[in-house]
């Protein structure tokens, strides 16, 4: 069978910054039968490599290490040839022995590179999926990683899942902090506490579009629009509603220190970070979509983090999907059928550095050519 034919390895992305807990959740992974027939691929940062060595070894899971540099930088190739070869190295007479795989990340990486890999990289696309990107953030310390480290924030914004870890030595004012930061950052992740790694893999797994096989994939939860609660920038009524959590404080100082309570560092790299979602009542014209991401992507697509959406395609009574991390996309895929009643084009975004009317501005570049689709916000 060609590996096209096969179906696509679900790829879990661990990450988080240094010492967050990845390796502790991992170990608990690991020994639960949803995980027995992973391959752990495990990239440690620098000659000296232990992690792997603190994996749990059970029989059936199959550990991998990759450690000749940073998966996000420099061993990128290497990540596309390990995945590559794994399928080969790990069969035992035409069987391939595992059935998904799970990656741990140094605790520096920008997943966005990674996650890019998975997705658009010709010999991995064909044979793997992104399953989820789940993140782990140190509930003690997290706060302060966030305030010094970009990466930490990038993790944060494009996580599916975020486990929160040592909630028994954080307290709960760092801790209120930072759940208050995730709420601006990534709103619709869902959290979970995690004391020493103890998580159950269902909640890790299956996080993306394409869940189990033969089952609907559950659109609502992906998109989890409901999380984008409605902001204090309401318009009025158009043909595009938006809903928001973004809260300005990028804008205003005075105010960001005042919502949040943090009376240091002007520079805070998620200031600049918003989600927000929108919908669009009527159908979209292919080729407007395909002109307006173009547009979207050309101008904005470094600072797109995460975008997701369910569109309603004129002349299609089928949903497409679409889902981007930076400026690279998935290929749209088209669902069997919709989730619910609800057939209005709904997208969620998360980006850096540009606001909701930023957005709107490049649906009204499209005003003349479709003024009642993409009529935005007076
Ligand atoms: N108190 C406490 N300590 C924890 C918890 N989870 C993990 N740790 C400890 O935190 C330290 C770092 O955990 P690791 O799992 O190695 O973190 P990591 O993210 O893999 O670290 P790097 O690989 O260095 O990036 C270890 O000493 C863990 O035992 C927790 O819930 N509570």
């Known amino acids: 069978m060609s590996p096209s ?72 190739g290497d990540l596309v040839q390990t995945l590559r070869d794994v399928a080969w190295r790990f069969s035992r007479e035409g069987q391939r022995q595992f059935r998904r795989v799970v990656i741990e990340t140094t605790g520096l990486a920008d997943p966005a590179p990674i996650v890019h890999t998975l997705m658009t990289h010709p010999q991995v696309a064909n044979r793997y999926r992104l399953d989820g990107i789940v993140v782990t953030l140190d509930l003690a310390t997290g706060d302060a990683t966030l305030d010094l480290h970009p990466e930490a924030v990038r993790q944060a914004a494009i996580a599916d899942c975020l486990l929160l870890t040592k909630a028994d030595v954080a307290d709960t004012e760092t801790r209120d902090a930072l759940m208050r930061r995730l709420a601006a950052i990534n709103p619709a992740a869902p959290r979970w506490e995690v004391l020493h790694g103890e998580v159950s893999a269902s909640k890790v797994l299956a996080l993306g579009l394409f869940s189990t096989q033969g089952k609907a994939p559950d659109v609502e939860r992906w998109l989890r629009e409901e999380a984008y609660t409605d902001d204090a920038h309401s318009h009025g009524h158009t043909h595009v509603h938006h809903h928001g959590n973004e809260d300005g404080h990028g804008h205003d100082d005075s105010v960001a220190h005042h919502h949040h309570g943090h009376h240091h560092d002007i520079n805070r790299h998620d200031d600049h970070i918003r989600a927000f979602c929108f919908a669009v009542d009527e159908p979209i014209p292919a080729e407007i979509l395909a002109a307006w991401l173009d547009v979207l992507l050309g101008f904005i697509g470094a600072d797109i983090l995460r975008v997701k959406g369910i569109l309603n395609i004129e002349g299609s009574d089928k949903p497409m999907v679409i889902h981007g991390v930076q400026h690279i996309f998935h290929p749209p895929a088209t669902l069997p059928a919709w989730p619910s009643e609800d057939r209005r084009s709904r997208l969620v975004f998360i980006t850096r550095d540009v606001s909701r009317e930023a957005i709107e501005e490049t649906f009204r570049a499209f005003h003349n050519v479709l003024p009642q689709a993409w009529e935005a916000a007076a």
């Open 5 to 76: 034919a096969s179906p696509l390895i679900p790829v879990t992305l661990l990450t988080g910054f240094l010492g967050s807990g990845k390796t502790t959740v991992l170990n608990h992974l690991v020994r639960q039968p949803e995980l027995a027939d992973a391959l752990v691929i495990i990239n440690e940062f620098g000659e000296m490599s232990l992690d792997h060595m603190l994996v749990a070894h059970s029989t059936e899971n199959l550990i991998m290490e990759m450690s000749s540099g940073c998966l996000c930088c420099t061993i990128r």
